[in-house]
């Protein structure tokens, strides 16, 4: 008898069964992302404080850094800005030089796994070329704040990998310390439903 493939799903304790090679929207819940994010550590735990640095912190940070820097923003823009790592609850957070040697394997399933997560929530399975760069440079500008409060980088270095500093939130301190994972899924949790309710009016009418 030829051996059984190797699985590729990973069950959530909501009890759906997540394909990875192939994930279906029906099976993202948002309390899975939430929880997954906000124990998974950013900067491969390398960071100070009593807690981990989770990615559920950093993607509200990120979120809060293109309000910021982009005044109007709607609500679908702010929802792909807050879920952009989505697919590290499944997969985990792995720093930028690891992706690099893996290619496009691992990009492969980040882009299943985002797409489907989109889908999941009403927004359209991609966002378009100008609303990623913007959450790029968000992303940038938040790792940027974290490097040089969390993870040891000296400002020239900070600058010299994530750019020059761009506008922070004026509550960004509070974002730069180390939420428990509770509070961390928590806060993600309730600024999701804040997102999905401002978004709701306007899917109804188009």
């Known amino acids: ?113 985002s797409a489907a997560v989109h889908i999941r929530f009403g927004l359209p399975a991609r966002p378009s070329s100008s609303l990623l760069a913007l959450i790029k440079a968000a992303d940038r500008a938040a790792a940027r704040l974290e490097a040089v409060t969390l993870a040891g980088f000296s400002e020239e270095e900070a600058q010299k990998f994530f750019g020059r500093p761009a506008a922070a939130p004026r509550d960004a301190e509070a974002f730069l310390t180390p939420w428990t994972p509770e509070e961390a899924k928590r806060r993600f949790v309730a600024r999701f439903h804040a997102l999905s309710q401002a978004l709701a009016p306007v899917a109804e009418r188009s």
Do not use: C
């Open 1 to 113: 008898m030829p051996p059984s493939p190797p699985r590729a799903w990973q069950r959530m304790l909501s009890g759906r069964r997540l394909d990875l090679l192939d994930p279906s929207p029906m099976d993202v819940e948002i309390e899975d992302i939430a929880h997954g994010l906000s124990r998974v550590a950013r900067w491969n735990g390398q960071t100070v404080g009593e807690h981990g640095y989770s990615v559920a912190q950093h993607s509200l940070l990120v979120e809060a850094v293109a309000r910021t820097g982009t005044p109007g923003l709607g609500a679908d823009a702010l929802l792909f800005a807050l879920l952009h790592d989505a697919p590290e609850y499944v997969i985990g957070d792995m720093i930028s030089p690891f992706k690099a040697v893996l290619g496009g394997d691992y990009k492969g399933v980040e882009d299943r796994l």
